[in-house]
C-alpha cells in the first residue's frame, strides 16, 4: 500500500480481555517500530524489527506485551490480560533501511480503550 | 518512560509571529530527527540532522543542531494557521535502535 496501515483504528477492551494489534508496513521497508503514546505525551518506544528479528524489545512494559513479525512484513503487537493503563494510542512506524539514517513512517494508530 | 526534554510545553502565538521549539538532550546524539503530529493525527517527518552545527531549511522553517550535537532547536517564521500542531523532536543514540521522543511542544495559532 502507499503507507502504514494499522487496524483496527479503534479498539475497547474489557479488562482482562486480550487484544491483538496489526501493523501493515509500507512494502520492502526494513525497519518496523511499535510506540505507545499517552494523551498528550510523545511516543514511547515499545520494540523494533529489522526484517522478522526483534531486536530491541526493551521498551515493551511488562510480559503481557508480546509482538511478532514472522515474515518480515505485517506485525502483530499483543497485549493479553489488559489493564485500564494500557489504555493509549498503539503506533507503528516502519523506514526503507537501517534505523539510524532513514525516516519513519508512521500509521495512522490504534486507539485502545480499556473499561 | 525515558523522553527527551522540549520546551516549551505549549506555546499560542498570532498569525504572523515567530515560533521557536528547543530540543535538550544530556548525551550527545548521533542524528535528531523532527516531527509534526496534527490533531488527531499521526507523526510525520520533517527533517533529519546529522552533523554538528547544521542547520537546513524548509520555507519558513528552521531546524539547528547544536555544536555539541546535545541540542537542537526548529523556528517557523511568520506561523500560520497551518502550522498548528505538536511538535516532536527525537533522538537517536549511537548503539541503539531506539528513537527517543521529546515531550512534544504543542502550537496554537490564533488567526
Known amino acids: 500500500g502507499a503507507g502504514v496501515s494499522q487496524s483496527p483504528r479503534y479498539k475497547v477492551a474489557k479488562r482482562g480481555q486480550d487484544v491483538a494489534l496489526r501493523c501493515d508496513p509500507i512494502?520492502?521497508?526494513?525497519?518496523l517500530f511499535w510506540y505507545q503514546q499517552a494523551l498528550g505525551q510523545g511516543p514511547e518506544f515499545l520494540t523494533y524489527?529489522?526484517?522478522?528479528?526483534?531486536?530491541?524489545k526493551s521498551g515493551l512494559p511488562s510480559d503481557r506485551f508480546f509482538a511478532e513479525r514472522p515474515e518480515g512484513s505485517v506485525s502483530t503487537l499483543k497485549i493479553q490480560r489488559t489493564q485500564q493503563e494500557d489504555s493509549a494510542v498503539y503506533l507503528c512506524?516502519?523506514?526503507?533501511?537501517?534505523?539510524?539514517?532513514?525516516?519513519?513512517?508512521f500509521g495512522q494508530g490504534t486507539r485502545l480503550t480499556v473499561v | 518512560g525515558q523522553q527527551v526534554m522540549q520546551i516549551p510545553q505549549y506555546q499560542h502565538v498570532q498569525e504572523g509571529e515567530d515560533f521557536t521549539t528547543y530540543c535538550n538532550s544530556s548525551?550527545?546524539?548521533?542524528?535528531i530527527q523532527w516531527y509534526k503530529q496534527r490533531p488527531g493525527g499521526h507523526p510525520v517527518f520533517l527533517i533529519q540532522?546529522?552533523?554538528?552545527?547544521e542547520v537546513k531549511k524548509q520555507k519558513r522553517l528552521t531546524f539547528q543542531f547544536g555544536e555539541a550535537k546535545k541540542n537542537s532547536s526548529l523556528h517557523i517564521t511568520a506561523t500560520q494557521t497551518t502550522d498548528v500542531g505538536t511538535y516532536f523532536c527525537?533522538?537517536?543514540?549511537?548503539?541503539?535502535?531506539?528513537?527517543?521522543f521529546g515531550t512534544g511542544t504543542r502550537l496554537k495559532v490564533l488567526a
Open positions: 548525551t550527545t546524539l548521533s542524528n
Open positions: 512506524a516502519s523506514s526503507l533501511g537501517t534505523v539510524r539514517n532513514t525516516e519513519a513512517f
Open positions: 527525537a533522538e537517536i543514540n549511537s548503539g541503539t535502535y531506539k528513537y527517543i
Open positions: 512494502s520492502g521497508h526494513v525497519s
Open positions: 540532522l546529522v552533523k554538528s552545527g
Open positions: 524489527f529489522q526484517n522478522e528479528a526483534q531486536l530491541d
